[in-house]
Protein backbone atom coordinates (compact mmCIF):
# COMPACT_ATOMS: atom_id res chain seq x y z
CA UNK A 1 0.00 0.00 0.00
CA UNK A 2 2.92 2.38 1.12
CA UNK A 3 4.58 1.58 -2.95
CA UNK A 4 1.14 2.36 -4.31
CA UNK A 5 1.10 5.86 -2.54
CA UNK A 6 4.32 6.52 -3.35
CA UNK A 7 4.31 5.72 -7.01
CA UNK A 8 0.97 7.89 -7.03
CA UNK A 9 2.97 10.70 -5.29
CA UNK A 10 5.66 10.29 -7.22
CA UNK A 11 3.19 10.65 -10.82
CA UNK A 12 1.33 13.61 -9.74
CA UNK A 13 4.81 15.42 -8.88
CA UNK A 14 6.27 14.48 -12.08
CA UNK A 15 2.66 15.44 -13.90
CA UNK A 16 3.28 19.04 -12.44
CA UNK A 17 6.84 19.31 -13.09
CA UNK A 18 6.42 18.87 -16.64
CA UNK A 19 3.07 21.00 -16.96
CA UNK A 20 4.65 23.86 -14.25
CA UNK A 21 6.10 26.12 -17.68
CA UNK A 22 5.25 29.53 -16.19
CA UNK A 23 6.52 30.53 -13.24
CA UNK A 24 6.61 34.47 -12.22
CA UNK A 25 6.41 37.35 -9.59
CA UNK A 26 4.14 39.78 -8.72
CA UNK A 27 3.59 42.42 -6.11
CA UNK A 28 3.55 46.04 -4.36
CA UNK A 29 5.97 46.88 -6.84
CA UNK A 30 3.52 46.33 -9.72
CA UNK A 31 0.17 46.70 -7.68
CA UNK A 32 -0.14 42.80 -7.88
CA UNK A 33 -0.76 42.87 -11.86
CA UNK A 34 0.33 40.89 -14.35
CA UNK A 35 3.13 38.13 -13.73
CA UNK A 36 6.92 38.69 -14.46
CA UNK A 37 7.54 35.35 -16.01
CA UNK A 38 10.88 33.61 -15.31
CA UNK A 39 12.87 31.42 -17.35
CA UNK A 40 13.96 27.55 -16.45
CA UNK A 41 15.61 24.43 -18.43
CA UNK A 42 14.31 21.69 -15.88
CA UNK A 43 10.64 22.99 -14.61
CA UNK A 44 12.29 22.97 -11.83
CA UNK A 45 14.35 26.24 -10.74
CA UNK A 46 13.43 29.69 -12.35
CA UNK A 47 15.21 32.61 -12.67
CA UNK A 48 15.48 36.06 -13.69
CA UNK A 49 18.65 38.26 -13.97
CA UNK A 50 19.33 41.59 -13.27
CA UNK A 51 15.94 42.73 -12.41
CA UNK A 52 15.44 45.80 -10.29
CA UNK A 53 12.56 45.70 -7.25
CA UNK A 54 11.99 48.43 -5.15
CA UNK A 55 11.07 47.57 -1.47
CA UNK A 56 8.07 45.88 -1.79
CA UNK A 57 6.35 42.22 -0.81
CA UNK A 58 6.67 39.41 -3.52
CA UNK A 59 4.82 35.96 -4.25
CA UNK A 60 5.62 33.75 -6.66
CA UNK A 61 3.19 32.14 -8.22
CA UNK A 62 2.20 29.49 -11.42
CA UNK A 63 0.54 30.15 -14.42
CA UNK A 64 -0.79 33.59 -13.27
CA UNK A 65 -3.10 31.66 -10.96
CA UNK A 66 -3.21 31.64 -7.13
CA UNK A 67 -3.79 27.91 -7.39
CA UNK A 68 0.24 27.44 -6.92
CA UNK A 69 1.74 29.95 -5.03
CA UNK A 70 5.26 30.93 -2.85
CA UNK A 71 5.59 33.85 -0.05
CA UNK A 72 8.24 33.71 2.74
CA UNK A 73 9.25 34.80 5.57
CA UNK A 74 12.72 35.94 4.77
CA UNK A 75 14.72 37.94 2.29
CA UNK A 76 16.98 37.36 0.41
CA UNK A 77 16.88 33.77 1.16
CA UNK A 78 13.96 31.35 2.65
CA UNK A 79 11.93 28.48 1.56
CA UNK A 80 7.41 28.76 1.60
CA UNK A 81 5.40 30.86 3.69
CA UNK A 82 2.16 32.66 3.08
CA UNK A 83 3.15 35.70 4.12
CA UNK A 84 4.44 37.80 1.40
CA UNK A 85 8.29 38.30 0.91
CA UNK A 86 9.66 41.49 2.36
CA UNK A 87 11.77 41.98 -0.62
CA UNK A 88 14.46 45.48 -0.01
CA UNK A 89 15.04 47.52 -2.80
CA UNK A 90 18.17 46.63 -5.03
CA UNK A 91 19.02 44.94 -8.48
CA UNK A 92 18.68 41.17 -8.46
CA UNK A 93 19.24 37.70 -9.95
CA UNK A 94 16.41 35.96 -8.78
CA UNK A 95 15.43 32.25 -8.35
CA UNK A 96 12.89 30.06 -7.14
CA UNK A 97 12.55 26.23 -6.74
CA UNK A 98 9.76 25.18 -7.18
CA UNK A 99 9.97 21.18 -5.36
CA UNK A 100 12.49 22.38 -2.35
CA UNK A 101 10.45 25.74 -2.45
CA UNK A 102 13.88 27.69 -1.66
CA UNK A 103 13.69 30.62 -3.50
CA UNK A 104 16.64 33.74 -3.56
CA UNK A 105 17.44 37.59 -4.31
CA UNK A 106 21.35 38.23 -5.34
CA UNK A 107 22.22 41.26 -5.28
CA UNK A 108 24.08 42.41 -9.00
CA UNK A 109 25.62 45.37 -10.52
CA UNK A 110 22.73 47.76 -11.79
CA UNK A 111 21.97 47.16 -15.38
CA UNK A 112 19.52 48.72 -18.11
CA UNK A 113 15.94 48.18 -17.79
CA UNK A 114 14.70 48.90 -20.68
CA UNK A 115 12.08 51.24 -20.11
CA UNK A 116 9.81 52.55 -22.21
CA UNK A 117 6.39 54.49 -23.90
CA UNK A 118 3.97 53.23 -25.23
CA UNK A 119 0.73 55.05 -26.91
CA UNK A 120 -2.01 56.79 -28.71
CA UNK A 121 1.70 58.37 -30.40
CA UNK A 122 2.52 55.14 -31.59
CA UNK A 123 -1.22 53.61 -31.68
CA UNK A 124 -0.17 51.68 -29.15
CA UNK A 125 2.23 49.36 -30.96
CA UNK A 126 6.06 49.16 -30.84
CA UNK A 127 7.32 51.09 -27.67
CA UNK A 128 9.51 53.64 -27.62
CA UNK A 129 12.74 53.19 -25.62
CA UNK A 130 14.47 55.66 -23.07
CA UNK A 131 17.62 55.60 -22.82
CA UNK A 132 19.93 55.52 -19.88
CA UNK A 133 23.59 56.74 -18.21
CA UNK A 134 23.20 55.06 -14.46
CA UNK A 135 20.30 52.64 -15.02
CA UNK A 136 18.14 54.64 -12.41
CA UNK A 137 17.24 57.77 -14.61
CA UNK A 138 15.82 57.36 -17.87
CA UNK A 139 15.25 60.04 -20.87
CA UNK A 140 14.47 60.86 -24.17
CA UNK A 141 14.50 64.29 -26.03
CA UNK A 142 12.34 65.98 -28.37
CA UNK A 143 10.04 63.08 -28.72
CA UNK A 144 7.18 63.87 -31.03
CA UNK A 145 3.81 63.36 -29.58
CA UNK A 146 0.47 63.52 -30.10
CA UNK A 147 -2.32 64.73 -28.09
CA UNK A 148 -3.64 61.60 -26.41
CA UNK A 149 -2.42 59.28 -24.13
CA UNK A 150 0.56 56.80 -22.76
CA UNK A 151 2.25 55.16 -20.33
CA UNK A 152 5.44 53.56 -19.03
CA UNK A 153 6.32 50.16 -18.98
CA UNK A 154 9.32 48.03 -18.57
CA UNK A 155 10.75 44.97 -21.02
CA UNK A 156 8.09 46.20 -23.24
CA UNK A 157 5.76 44.34 -21.28
CA UNK A 158 2.35 45.07 -19.33
CA UNK A 159 3.73 43.32 -16.04
CA UNK A 160 5.56 46.87 -15.19
CA UNK A 161 3.58 49.19 -16.66
CA UNK A 162 3.26 52.68 -14.83
CA UNK A 163 0.62 55.41 -15.27
CA UNK A 164 0.21 59.10 -13.57
CA UNK A 165 -1.72 62.26 -13.26
CA UNK A 166 -0.25 65.24 -14.99
CA UNK A 167 2.61 65.90 -16.95
CA UNK A 168 4.87 65.78 -13.94
CA UNK A 169 4.76 63.88 -11.25
CA UNK A 170 5.04 60.27 -9.34
CA UNK A 171 3.83 57.62 -11.01
CA UNK A 172 2.04 54.73 -10.28
CA UNK A 173 1.61 51.03 -10.88
CA UNK A 174 -1.26 49.70 -13.01
CA UNK A 175 -2.98 53.18 -12.72
CA UNK A 176 -4.79 55.37 -15.32
CA UNK A 177 -2.73 56.77 -18.22
CA UNK A 178 -1.29 59.74 -18.52
CA UNK A 179 -2.63 62.66 -20.53
CA UNK A 180 -0.72 64.17 -23.29
CA UNK A 181 -2.27 67.79 -23.87
CA UNK A 182 -1.57 68.93 -27.33
CA UNK A 183 0.86 67.61 -30.05
CA UNK A 184 4.43 68.76 -29.29
CA UNK A 185 8.23 67.44 -28.84
CA UNK A 186 8.45 66.62 -25.47
CA UNK A 187 11.71 66.19 -23.11
CA UNK A 188 10.83 62.91 -21.17
CA UNK A 189 12.35 61.41 -17.49
CA UNK A 190 11.48 58.42 -15.63
CA UNK A 191 13.46 57.29 -12.77
CA UNK A 192 12.58 53.40 -11.58
CA UNK A 193 14.03 54.26 -7.69
CA UNK A 194 11.14 57.41 -7.26
CA UNK A 195 8.76 56.45 -10.13
CA UNK A 196 8.65 60.13 -10.42
CA UNK A 197 8.43 61.27 -13.95
CA UNK A 198 7.98 64.15 -16.47
CA UNK A 199 7.11 65.68 -19.41
CA UNK A 200 8.42 69.18 -20.66
CA UNK A 201 7.68 70.42 -24.29
CA UNK A 202 11.23 70.72 -26.44
CA UNK A 203 12.87 74.25 -26.58
CA UNK A 204 12.37 73.70 -30.39
CA UNK A 205 9.40 71.68 -29.93
CA UNK A 206 6.66 72.01 -32.97
CA UNK A 207 3.04 72.05 -33.30
CA UNK A 208 0.70 72.77 -35.92
CA UNK A 209 -2.09 75.40 -35.65
CA UNK A 210 -5.51 75.46 -36.48
CA UNK A 211 -5.75 75.56 -40.36
CA UNK A 212 -6.96 79.17 -40.44
CA UNK A 213 -3.18 80.04 -38.81
CA UNK A 214 -0.42 80.62 -41.52
CA UNK A 215 2.97 82.40 -40.82
CA UNK A 216 5.77 83.42 -42.22
CA UNK A 217 8.84 85.34 -41.94
CA UNK A 218 10.64 88.01 -45.10
CA UNK A 219 13.51 89.73 -44.23
CA UNK A 220 12.81 90.13 -40.55
CA UNK A 221 9.19 90.59 -40.51
CA UNK A 222 6.57 88.08 -39.42
CA UNK A 223 3.32 88.10 -41.43
CA UNK A 224 0.35 85.84 -40.31
CA UNK A 225 -3.58 85.39 -40.73
CA UNK A 226 -4.80 84.73 -37.71
CA UNK A 227 -7.87 86.00 -36.00
CA UNK A 228 -6.25 85.89 -32.37
CA UNK A 229 -2.42 87.65 -30.83
CA UNK A 230 0.21 85.72 -30.62
CA UNK A 231 3.49 85.12 -27.97
CA UNK A 232 6.56 85.09 -29.92
CA UNK A 233 9.76 83.68 -28.45
CA UNK A 234 13.00 83.61 -30.55
CA UNK A 235 15.83 81.20 -29.79
CA UNK A 236 19.43 80.49 -30.97
CA UNK A 237 20.62 77.32 -32.31
CA UNK A 238 22.11 76.62 -28.62
CA UNK A 239 18.38 76.91 -27.33
CA UNK A 240 19.14 80.22 -25.70
CA UNK A 241 15.93 82.48 -26.10
CA UNK A 242 17.54 85.63 -27.62
CA UNK A 243 14.06 87.84 -27.48
CA UNK A 244 9.89 87.81 -26.09
CA UNK A 245 7.22 89.73 -27.66
CA UNK A 246 3.95 89.29 -26.17
CA UNK A 247 0.38 89.83 -27.24
CA UNK A 248 1.27 90.58 -30.92
CA UNK A 249 -1.20 91.01 -33.17
CA UNK A 250 -1.18 89.67 -36.89
CA UNK A 251 -4.61 90.24 -38.06
CA UNK A 252 -5.39 90.38 -41.84
CA UNK A 253 -1.70 89.51 -43.20
CA UNK A 254 -0.57 92.38 -40.80
CA UNK A 255 3.76 92.53 -39.95
CA UNK A 256 5.96 92.39 -37.63
CA UNK A 257 9.20 93.34 -37.39
CA UNK A 258 10.99 91.25 -35.38
CA UNK A 259 14.47 93.46 -34.70
CA UNK A 260 17.17 90.59 -34.87
CA UNK A 261 20.61 90.71 -36.56
CA UNK A 262 21.06 89.35 -39.93
CA UNK A 263 22.40 86.80 -41.61
CA UNK A 264 21.98 85.10 -38.25
CA UNK A 265 19.59 81.47 -38.11
CA UNK A 266 17.11 81.50 -35.62
CA UNK A 267 14.03 79.32 -34.30
CA UNK A 268 10.87 81.40 -33.70
CA UNK A 269 8.40 79.70 -31.14
CA UNK A 270 4.63 81.07 -31.77
CA UNK A 271 2.14 80.56 -29.19
CA UNK A 272 -1.62 81.35 -28.94
CA UNK A 273 -5.10 79.57 -28.17
CA UNK A 274 -4.51 77.41 -31.28
CA UNK A 275 -1.49 76.12 -30.28
CA UNK A 276 1.86 75.95 -30.76
CA UNK A 277 4.37 76.54 -34.15
CA UNK A 278 8.18 76.56 -34.44
CA UNK A 279 9.76 78.50 -37.58
CA UNK A 280 13.27 78.22 -38.87
CA UNK A 281 14.82 81.18 -40.59
CA UNK A 282 17.79 82.71 -41.70
CA UNK A 283 17.59 86.82 -41.48
Known sequence: MKAKLLFILTLSLSSFLVN??????????????????????????FTLSNYYLPA????????????????GDTFPNGTWSNNNIPVTA??????????????SFTAVTPSNQNVSIIGDFNAWAGDFVLSTTDNI????????????????????????NYGGTGLTGTAMPNSANI????????????????????????????EAFASKTSYKIIKGHLYGTSNESVNINIYNLTGQLVKTYSDVSLNSNASFNLELKANQLYLVRLQSQSGMKTLKTIL
Open 90 to 103: GFYDISMDIVTTAY
Open 20 to 45: AQDIGFLGDFNDWGNDVNMTTTDNTI
Open 179 to 206: TIPSNADYDISFNIETLAYSFTESVLST
Open 56 to 71: TGLKFRQDDDWTNSWG
Open 137 to 160: TYTATDVALTTGELKFRRDANWSA
